[in-house]
């Protein structure tokens, strides 16, 4: 079974709007928001947040594209993973 | 449970510094039940099995891409060994089987099919010696077939005959394919102890054991070997053998986690998990960086083995422990042409065919992408064949041969194949003749290690 929450993880150069500006294109597609941490990483701004969503039958490669073009917009580096890549790769 | 944000950025940075991928899926498909006295029954029995069981594959994968944000590169097919499904065809030309098996290729967009195969190791039936004579042809005029032909087990030894006629099916192929650089002998390999699950290509098969259809999953990284090895200050060989085990652990979960989805997906057994350090011409992408960043000046000098031997074990004890499905095979591959640090090595005189022979003892195949010289002999070519297949024989484990007997080429010369394939410095082989050995036939028979019933 495949989890139906996401890894959304935004690096790149801080600047003002970043947060809005991921989570209004989250609240866009019904993505929530359940944790969310940021962090400076070897001078880059590093935010990574746990999302999911409630439905079946999420489009999550037109979600992927919206948060790219967002990325894009704020000159950052954005990725949506689904958390098992992450949950089998560190924790057994 | 949670995952630490500095783990998260561990895979990202994995991803997209370090070149870590799902290197294969590759699809095993049974054509035992497209045997046909007709050939061109059977070519379309085949082509008709292939594209409705693989039509979904590469859709499929490109979605596990998109969902784990693991990049999945190439997309691939193996089958029955051709020479058991056409032998009952009875025909000495096989090449439309070759064209067949392209044309799926084309069709459902898959990157290589393996399984234009024969295994001979003990003998050959007459749908093998058909299968045999066509590689050249059948490699030279399609794109993306693959070819290996087993000529040696540990259980029935050497098959010296076929080991014999596969140095003159190489030269042949090199020859009819020689505008490319003797690309047609990129994908043929010749193989002791062949394994049938295995995805990797050239010598990825659908062995007579496996189920109808499967899904075999090659996963890499030495690039993210090369960077935690790199990232030690001053280890010891254990700390380095530990952190090979802990790097390999972590790309084997996360290779099994999309094999498993994948396989669900298309409703296919789920097969092997294949953790094999498969270099690519990528910067730090090299099996030669690691065995440098443990302390050599260059791969291949004295040292080089016992390195070798460290990373392959470790390798394999961190896969192991992941995945109950780890198989394939699993380990460190050297093929020169693929790997940068190696190309290096041999065109700085640190890396002979010699000491890449005494490596392959003690890693997961074999003398893998060697271009030799072109005016190669066909018996010097089956005897690097035959030593190579006799350490695989002895200890009881695979060993291959892709070797390029480029023509034109000489020592020194260098040939661009592109792509996966990279770049390949001529090497020397030894000018002293073999003929009178290789002349000789019949077979080296089992060794004492066959004999454990």
């Given at each position: 079974m495949v989890s139906n929450r996401f890894i959304i993880t935004a690096i790149g150069v801080d600047k003002v709007g970043i947060v809005a500006g991921i989570t209004q294109k989250m609240a866009d597609y019904n993505v929530g928001i359940i944790d969310i941490s940021q962090t400076i990483m070897e001078d880059m701004f590093t935010m990574i947040m746990l999302a999911g969503v409630e439905e079946d039958n999420f489009d999550l490669s037109s979600f992927q594209k919206a948060m790219s073009e967002t990325g894009k917009m704020l000159d950052l580096d954005i990725r949506v993973q689904n958390e098992d890549t992450f949950r089998f790769m560190h924790r057994i | 449970m949670r995952v630490h944000p500095k783990e998260i950025l561990e895979t990202i940075k994995m991803?997209?510094?370090?070149?870590?991928?799902?290197?294969?899926?590759?699809?095993?498909?049974?054509?035992?039940?497209?045997?046909?006295?007709?050939?061109?029954?059977?070519?379309?029995?085949?082509?008709?099995?292939?594209?409705?069981?693989?039509?979904?594959?590469?859709?499929?994968?490109?979605?596990?891409?998109?969902?784990?944000?693991?990049?999945?590169?190439?997309?691939?097919?193996?089958?029955?060994?051709?020479?058991?499904?056409?032998?009952?065809?009875?025909?000495?030309?096989?090449?439309?089987?070759?064209?067949?098996?392209?044309?799926?290729?084309?069709?459902?967009?898959?990157?290589?099919?393996?399984?234009?195969?024969?295994?001979?190791?003990?003998?050959?039936?007459?749908?093998?010696?058909?299968?045999?004579?066509?590689?050249?042809?059948?490699l030279s005029g399609t794109k993306k077939v693959c070819s290996s032909v087993n000529v040696a087990t540990t259980k029935a030894g050497i098959n010296m005959d076929a080991v014999a006629q596969m140095g003159h099916i190489i030269k042949k192929t090199a020859d009819m394919s020689k505008d490319d650089g003797g690309i047609g002998c990129a994908k043929l390999v010749v193989f002791a102890n062949a394994p049938e699950d295995n995805p990797f290509m050239a010598g990825a098969f659908h062995g007579v054991g496996e189920p109808e259809v499967s899904i075999n999953v090659g996963v890499s990284g030495p690039g993210v070997v090369n960077s935690a090895v790199r990232a030690l200050n001053d280890p010891s060989l254990g700390d380095i053998s530990e952190s090979i085990k802990k790097t390999s652990f972590k790309?084997?979960?996360?290779?099994?986690?999309?094999?498993?989805?994948?396989?669900?997906?298309?409703?296919?057994?789920?097969?092997?998990?294949?953790?094999?350090?498969?270099?690519?011409?990528?910067?730090?992408?090299?099996?030669?960086?690691?065995?440098?960043?443990?302390?050599?000046?260059?791969?291949?000098?004295?040292?080089?083995?016992?390195?070798?031997?460290?990373?392959?074990?470790?390798?394999?004890?961190?896969?192991?422990?992941?995945?109950?499905?780890?198989?394939?095979?699993?380990g460190a591959f050297i093929p020169v042409s693929e790997d940068a640090d190696m190309i290096r090595a041999v065109q700085r005189g640190s890396l002979s065919l010699d000491k890449l022979e005494a490596m392959t003892s003690v890693c997961s195949v074999g003398l893998d992408m060697i271009a030799v010289p072109g005016e190669t002999s066909a018996s010097t070519i089956s005897a690097i064949i035959a030593d190579e297949m006799a350490i695989g024989m002895i200890n009881r484990k695979t060993t291959a041969v892709r070797l390029i007997p480029v023509p034109g080429k000489d020592i020194g010369d260098v040939v661009e194949y592109g792509g996966l394939l990279g770049t390949a410095p001529v090497m020397a082989v030894n000018n002293f003749s073999s003929e009178q050995f290789i002349l000789r036939g019949g077979r080296i028979p089992a060794p004492i290690q066959a004999l454990t019933n």
């Open positions: - | 991803v997209s510094n370090e070149n870590l991928d799902i290197r294969t899926v590759t699809m095993g498909i049974s054509l035992r039940d497209c045997c046909n006295p007709d050939i061109d029954a059977f070519n379309n029995n085949i082509y008709e099995k292939m594209t409705t069981h693989a039509q979904d594959l590469v859709s499929t994968a490109e979605e596990m891409q998109s969902l784990y944000g693991i990049p999945v590169i190439n997309k691939r097919l193996s089958v029955t060994p051709i020479s058991i499904v056409a032998e009952s065809c009875g025909e000495d030309d096989l090449t439309s089987v070759a064209e067949t098996l392209d044309r799926v290729a084309k069709d459902v967009d898959v990157d290589f099919i393996g399984g234009f195969s024969a295994l001979v190791h003990k003998g050959m039936t007459r749908g093998d010696a058909a299968l045999i004579n066509s590689i050249p042809k059948s790309i084997t979960r996360m290779g099994e986690v999309i094999g498993k989805e994948v396989a669900k997906r298309l409703g296919a057994q789920f097969g092997v998990l294949d953790l094999s350090l498969a270099p690519t011409p990528a910067v730090g992408d090299s099996v030669a960086a690691i065995l440098e960043a443990m302390g050599l000046e260059s791969c291949g000098t004295h040292g080089t083995t016992a390195a070798l031997a460290l990373l392959n074990d470790a390798v394999k004890k961190g896969g192991s422990m992941a995945s109950s499905s780890v198989g394939g095979l699993s």
